[in-house]
């Protein structure tokens, strides 16, 4: 097809809180593959991979790579599939349905329940995204590709540099083992790839295309090319991922310091056991970090921005809401910077309990999810079949099931008395009622349809 029909729409939707890039084609229904087509949908699938980049999951990497070397490359394998499909289905929905995750949210489940239990997945936050936004989508979307980018030749650089051990890595990544001694770093590999508030801002991202949503073969191509798009985004992430991880385990597994490793001193220990060179290894790893830090907060902010808009249907400037996020992710960190040690070890701490409350939420934002994508008369043809909705399910109880082992061990290392063993007993039968309701919920929705549409 030739340029004459194939051309750029650009709009700001004030409605949406997006830069709408439209696509302007003749009525032919015959749309066959298209990478003119495909750019024009590339974007949001690499803004959502960041959440599997963020200085989090290169911890759970380094920490992966020195305890466990690479015998757990499978499960970063396996780990990184099961994130694409949440993220092929929230995009499904987000397409489907022309609203996001926490707007349908806000419709199905009563009054603010969902929202008072999601609430701290707004906590991330930063205004560099606003002039780049009201700019331009595509140049937000393009600093995100620099910054991926830039941590895709730091950490290729570094792999390059240490030289890891071509055999052991490819049986790392064929041959699944999993011991006593390499779980908690396997449930930390698990853990930081998918994230609740990743599910909701995905399927904001994809509404930044205009797709007409009574056509049905133009819905199609759409989930099609973001499918196409967050397959290419994570691949590319698990590559940055797997640099990393084999990167760390041919300096330090099996030596006496691989348990003490971590995000605050990796840099030294890589440079004592490789050195300087052309350029020393600190700065390569020092940049790739950096840019890591940079774009995870800037995603933070859409996150923000979509869930509380989407649960509590605010209409409100966007500087205003990002002051609002920022300051519940400020306040606290300034309470324990005065309040509080703030040394390496309290931050430590701090960060676990964060990471433990991220493990909390996922369940509030994979269950409506799976729930909204069975809903028939919501998602209409594009409704998810039976074998792929078990499957889906039994995925979400796997990952469910992680994260209340990652809890049991979290709280079995962290009670003492009666009093706090008292309080955690009640929060967790409260947590699991939740989740029981959550389910329960969900079939209901999938199974008789309770989601009020939009005249």
């Not at 700019?135 to 980018?149: D, G, P, S």
């Not at 590559?239 to 310091?257: E, M, S």
């Given at each position: 097809?030739?340029?004459?029909?194939?051309?750029?729409?650009?709009?700001?939707?004030?409605?949406?809180?997006?830069?709408?890039?439209?696509?302007?084609?003749?009525?032919?229904?015959?749309?066959?593959?298209?990478?003119?087509?495909?750019?024009?949908?590339?974007?949001?699938?690499?803004?959502?991979?960041?959440?599997?980049?963020?200085?989090?999951?290169?911890?759970?990497?380094?920490?992966?790579?020195?305890?466990?070397?690479?015998?757990?490359?499978?499960?970063?394998?396996?780990?990184?599939?099961?994130?694409?499909?949440?993220?092929?289905?929230?995009?499904?929905?987000?397409?489907?349905?022309?609203?996001?995750?926490?707007?349908?949210?806000?419709?199905?489940?009563?009054?603010?329940?969902?929202?008072?239990?999601?609430?701290?997945?707004?906590?991330?936050?930063?205004?560099?995204?606003?002039?780049?936004?009201?700019?331009?989508?595509?140049?937000?979307?393009?600093?995100?590709?620099?910054?991926?980018?830039?941590?895709?030749?730091?950490?290729?650089?570094?792999?390059?540099?240490?030289?890891?051990?071509?055999?052991?890595?490819?049986?790392?990544?064929?041959?699944?083992?999993?011991?006593?001694?390499?779980?908690?770093?396997?449930?930390?590999?698990?853990?930081?790839?998918?994230?609740?508030?990743?599910?909701?801002?995905?399927?904001?991202?994809?509404?930044?295309?205009?797709?007409?949503?009574?056509?049905?073969?133009?819905?199609?191509?759409?989930?099609?090319?973001?499918?196409?798009?967050?397959?290419?985004?994570?691949?590319?992430?698990?590559?940055?991922?797997?640099?990393?991880?084999?990167?760390?385990?041919?300096?330090?597994?099996?030596?006496?310091?691989?348990?003490?490793?971590?995000?605050?001193?990796?840099?030294?220990?890589?440079?004592?056991?490789?050195?300087?060179?052309?350029?020393?290894?600190?700065?390569?790893?020092?940049?790739?970090?950096?840019?890591a830090g940079q774009s995870s907060t800037i995603t933070g902010t859409y996150a923000g921005q979509f869930i509380m808009g989407g649960f509590l249907n605010l209409r409100l400037k966007k500087w205003t809401r990002a002051l609002i996020t920022r300051s519940c992710a400020i306040l606290p960190t300034l309470i324990v910077a005065l309040v509080f040690d703030s040394s390496e070890d309290t931050l430590d701490v701090l960060n676990e309990?964060?990471?433990?409350?991220?493990?909390?939420?996922?369940?509030?934002?994979?269950?409506?999810?799976?729930?909204?994508?069975?809903?028939?008369?919501?998602?209409?043809?594009f409704t998810v079949g039976p074998v792929l909705k078990t499957f889906t399910w039994l995925v979400a109880a796997l990952l469910i099931t992680k994260n209340g082992y990652l809890l049991q061990q979290f709280f079995a290392k962290e009670a003492s008395g009666a009093v706090y063993t008292s309080i955690i007993t009640v929060f967790t039968v409260a947590y699991v009622a939740f989740v029981v309701y959550l389910v329960w919920r969900g079939?209901?929705?999938?199974?008789?349809?309770?989601?009020?549409?939009?005249?």
């Amino acid at each position: 097809m030739s340029s004459d029909h194939h051309h750029q729409l650009l709009e700001y939707d004030p409605t949406q809180n997006v830069l709408i890039v439209g696509v302007d084609d003749d009525d032919n229904e015959d749309y066959p593959f298209s990478w003119q087509k495909l750019w024009r949908f590339i974007g949001p699938g690499f803004l959502m991979s960041i959440a599997f980049l963020d200085p989090g999951n290169l911890e759970g990497d380094l920490q992966a790579g020195a305890n466990a070397g690479y015998s757990l490359l499978w499960l970063l394998l396996w780990a990184t599939a099961i994130g694409l499909l949440v993220h092929f289905l929230s995009a499904r929905l987000g397409v489907a349905t022309g609203r996001h995750l926490a707007e349908l949210c806000r419709e199905e489940y009563p009054g603010k329940l969902l929202w008072d239990s999601s609430s701290l997945l707004c906590n991330k936050d930063c205004f560099i995204f606003l002039l780049l936004e009201n700019y331009n989508v595509r140049k937000l979307e393009a600093l995100f590709a620099f910054l991926i980018a830039v941590m895709a030749v730091s950490f290729a650089w570094m792999f390059g540099e240490t030289k890891p051990n071509a055999k052991e890595l490819l049986v790392g990544i064929v041959v699944p083992k999993l011991n006593s001694k390499t779980i908690q770093a396997a449930v930390g590999v698990v853990g930081c790839l998918v994230t609740p508030h990743n599910v909701f801002l995905h399927s904001a991202l994809v509404q930044s295309r205009e797709v007409d949503p009574n056509k049905t073969d133009r819905v199609c191509e759409a989930i099609r090319y973001y499918s196409i798009e967050s397959t290419i985004a994570l691949t590319i992430s698990f590559v940055i991922n797997l640099f990393v991880t084999t990167v760390f385990a041919k300096a330090f597994f099996g030596t006496a310091i691989a348990d003490t490793i971590g995000l605050k001193n990796a840099g030294q220990f890589l440079e004592e056991r490789f050195g300087s060179g052309l350029v020393p290894i600190l700065y390569i790893w020092a940049v790739g970090l950096l840019a890591a830090g940079q774009s995870s907060t800037i995603t933070g902010t859409y996150a923000g921005q979509f869930i509380m808009g989407g649960f509590l249907n605010l209409r409100l400037k966007k500087w205003t809401r990002a002051l609002i996020t920022r300051s519940c992710a400020i306040l606290p960190t300034l309470i324990v910077a005065l309040v509080f040690d703030s040394s390496e070890d309290t931050l430590d701490v701090l960060n676990e309990w964060i990471n433990v409350l991220q493990s909390i939420q996922f369940s509030f934002a994979l269950i409506p999810l799976l729930s909204l994508v069975a809903k028939e008369d919501l998602m209409g043809v594009f409704t998810v079949g039976p074998v792929l909705k078990t499957f889906t399910w039994l995925v979400a109880a796997l990952l469910i099931t992680k994260n209340g082992y990652l809890l049991q061990q979290f709280f079995a290392k962290e009670a003492s008395g009666a009093v706090y063993t008292s309080i955690i007993t009640v929060f967790t039968v409260a947590y699991v009622a939740f989740v029981v309701y959550l389910v329960w919920r969900g079939f209901t929705v999938s199974t008789f349809g309770f989601v009020k549409l939009r005249s």
